[in-house]
C-alpha cells in the first residue's frame, strides 16, 4: 500500500517553548494508526502541527505533497479532515448547518446530499436533532457531530483528536465500533491520537508511542500490546 | 392627536436610517465579531463619492449603484489591507483602529470636498400623501432598507457563502478545518457592512443635508437600534432602529424637551447593555463548559 502520509522531523513551538523534537512517522493508505502517549507528550501538538495550526518545521508529504508551511484551510482541501480536541462544534448554529459546513468545499451537491443521508443514518440521534442548536447536545453526540461534520468533506484522511475524551464508556464503544465500520467500508485512513491505550490499540493496526515530544517507541499494534512497558504504563497490567 | 401620529410617523422615517446603519453594524459583527466605530464615517464618505458622480452628470440610479459597488470593493480592501494585520490582536487594538479610520474618513471628506453643506437629490416622486403625515422620500427609503434587509437576511441564512460568513464569525478555527477561507470572510463581510452603510448615507442625506459632520448622531442611533435589537440579529436591528426613532420623537415631544434627543439614543445603549445585553431579540448563544 502506498504510504498516504509521510512525516520527517516534525517539530513544533508554542512560542518560544518547543512541544514537538524532530518526530518521523508514517501512515499507510487505508490503515489506522495511533498516536498514544499521556497528557502533555505532544500529541495533540502532531495533529495541529499537521494541520498548520501551530508553530512548526519539518517535512510532512501527504498523497506525495508536501504541505508543511500551507494554511490549514488549504490542507483541509486537499482532503485532510481534523476532528479537533473539545470538537470544534460551531455551538450556535444547527445540527444540519455543522454538517453543511463540512461539505462547504465541495461542488457535487448530489454526493453531497446523500453523505448527508448516510450521516444520519449512521447516527440516528443527530437525525433527531437536526434542527437543534448544536451547543445544547450531549457529549456523545456533540463527538458524533464532529466526526460527520469531518466525513462530509469525503477526505481521504481523517485526524481524531482524543475522540473518548468525557465520554462514557458504552458511547465510546460504540463510537469506536463506528470508525471501525467508515475505515472498513470507506476506505478512509485515519491517524487516531488518543490517551486510551488500549480502546486505541484495538482499533489502529499500527502505533507510535510519543513521550514529552519524541516518539519512544513504534510497530504493529499487537507488538505494543505485548511490550512489558506500554503493558505496565498505559495499559496498567 | 394628530400631532402624536406625526411624531410617530416622523420618528418611523427616521428609524427607517438608524435601522439602515444599526444594520450595517450588525452585519460587521456578525462576521467579525468587532463594532466598527467607523461605520458613520465610511457612509458619509460613500455618500461624497455618490454626489461627485452625479456633479458629473451621472443618472441617479447609476450612481447610486456605483457607489454601492465602490463601497463595498473599499470595505473589503481596508479590511484585506489595514485590518489584516491586527486580526489576531486584542480587541483594544482594533478599536482604536477604528477610531483611527473614523478620524481619517471624517478628515479626508473635509479635505477633499470640503466642509459646506451641500444638498443631495432624492429620487424618490415628491409627494405628501396621507394629509401630510409622511413624504415621498421617507416611504422611499423604508422601501429601499427593506429591500436591502431582505437581501442580507436571504444571504445569511439560505446561501452556502452566508453560512460559511457565521461560521467563521462565530469560529474561526473549526472554519479553517472544513476549508473556508476566514480572512476573506472578514473582508466580505467588511465590503457588505460598508455597501450598507452607503445606501444608509445616501437615503439620509436629502433630509440633512451633505457635510463631513452628517453621520456622527446618526451612527450612535444606529448603535442603540443594533444594541436593542440584539447586536446578531439583523431584523432586531431593523425593528431597534424603528423603535429608537419613534421613542426619540415622542420623548422628545412629550417628555424631555428636543435637546435631549441624542441622550435618548446613549441612555438607550447603557440600559440594553447593562439589563439585557442580547436585546430584545438577540439570542443567548448557550455552550456546555
Known amino acids: 500500500m502506498a504510504r498516504l502520509l509521510e512525516v520527517r522531523g516534525l517539530t513544533a513551538f508554542y512560542g518560544e517553548t518547543q512541544a514537538l523534537f524532530g518526530i518521523d512517522f508514517d501512515l499507510e493508505e487505508g490503515g489506522i494508526t495511533a498516536l498514544l502517549g499521556a497528557n502533555g507528550a505532544g500529541k495533540t501538538t502532531t495533529l495541529r502541527a499537521l494541520c498548520g495550526a501551530v508553530k512548526m518545521r519539518g517535512s510532512v508529504r501527504f498523497a506525495d505533497q508536501a504541505i508543511e508551511g500551507r494554511a490549514t484551510e488549504d490542507i483541509a482541501r486537499m482532503g485532510v479532515a481534523h476532528v479537533p480536541d473539545g470538537r470544534g462544534t460551531f455551538s450556535a448554529l444547527t445540527v444540519e448547518e455543522n454538517l453543511k459546513l463540512g461539505a462547504y468545499t465541495r461542488r457535487d451537491r448530489a454526493g453531497v446530499a446523500a453523505d448527508m443521508k448516510r450521516m444520519y443514518a449512521r447516527f440516528p440521534r443527530l437525525k433527531e436533532r437536526r434542527a437543534q442548536q448544536a451547543g445544547t447536545l450531549s457529549g456523545g453526540e456533540q463527538q458524533m457531530l464532529a466526526i460527520s461534520r469531518a466525513l462530509m468533506l469525503r477526505p481521504r484522511l481523517l485526524l481524531l483528536d482524543e475522540p473518548s475524551f468525557g465520554l462514557a464508556p458504552l458511547m465510546v464503544g460504540e463510537i469506536f465500533a463506528i470508525l471501525g465500520e467508515i475505515n472498513r467500508e470507506e476506505g478512509v485512513s485515519m491517524l487516531l491520537v488518543e490517551q486510551n491505550a488500549s480502546l486505541a490499540l484495538e482499533l489502529a493496526g499500527h502505533a507510535y508511542l510519543l513521550e514529552t515530544g519524541a516518539i519512544a517507541l513504534s510497530g504493529p499494534s499487537a507488538a505494543l500490546r505485548r511490550d512489558e512497558t506500554v503493558r505496565k504504563a498505559y495499559l496498567g497490567y | ?289
Open chain 2, 1 to 289: 392627536m394628530e400631532a402624536l401620529i406625526q411624531q410617530v410617523v416622523a420618528g418611523l422615517a427616521n428609524g427607517g436610517i438608524y435601522a439602515s446603519m444599526g444594520l450595517a453594524l450588525v452585519m460587521i459583527y456578525q462576521s467579525t465579531h468587532h463594532i466598527n466605530f467607523a461605520q458613520g464615517e465610511m457612509a458619509m464618505f460613500s455618500t461624497f463619492i455618490a454626489w461627485a458622480l452625479l456633479q458629473a452628470g451621472w443618472p441617479y440610479w447609476g450612481a447610486f449603484g456605483a457607489t454601492v459597488l465602490i463601497s463595498f470593493a473599499g470595505g473589503l480592501a481596508i479590511q484585506r489591507i489595514i485590518l489584516k494585520p491586527v486580526e489576531k490582536a486584542p480587541v483594544l487594538t482594533n478599536v482604536i483602529v477604528f477610531i483611527g479610520l473614523l478620524v481619517i474618513f471624517n478628515s479626508l471628506a473635509g479635505w477633499i470636498f470640503d466642509h459646506t453643506i451641500k444638498p443631495f437629490p432624492s429620487p424618490f416622486p415628491k409627494f405628501t400623501g396621507a394629509g401630510k403625515l409622511i413624504s415621498g422620500h421617507d416611504l422611499g427609503s423604508i422601501a429601499v432598507m427593506l429591500v436591502v434587509l431582505a437581501l442580507l437576511y436571504s444571504f445569511l441564512r439560505f446561501t452556502p457563502a452566508g453560512l460559511a460568513m457565521r461560521a467563521a464569525a462565530q469560529n474561526p478555527e473549526s472554519a479553517r478545518l472544513v476549508g473556508i477561507r476566514v480572512s476573506w470572510m472578514l473582508g466580505v463581510g467588511w465590503g457588505l457592512s460598508a455597501a450598507i452603510g452607503a445606501v444608509a448615507g445616501m437615503m439620509v442625506a436629502p433630509v440633512v443635508y451633505l457635510d463631513p459632520n452628517m453621520m456622527g448622531g446618526i451612527l450612535l442611533y444606529g448603535f442603540a437600534a443594533a444594541l436593542l435589537g440584539g447586536i446578531d440579529n439583523p431584523w432586531g436591528a431593523v425593528i431597534g432602529g424603528f423603535i429608537v426613532g419613534v421613542l426619540e420623537n415622542l420623548l422628545g415631544a412629550y417628555v424631555i424637551g428636543t435637546e435631549l434627543k441624542l441622550t435618548v439614543a446613549l441612555v438607550l445603549i447603557v440600559t440594553f447593555l447593562t439589563i439585557k445585553p442580547n436585546g430584545l431579540f438577540g439570542k443567548a448563544v448557550v455552550t456546555r463548559v
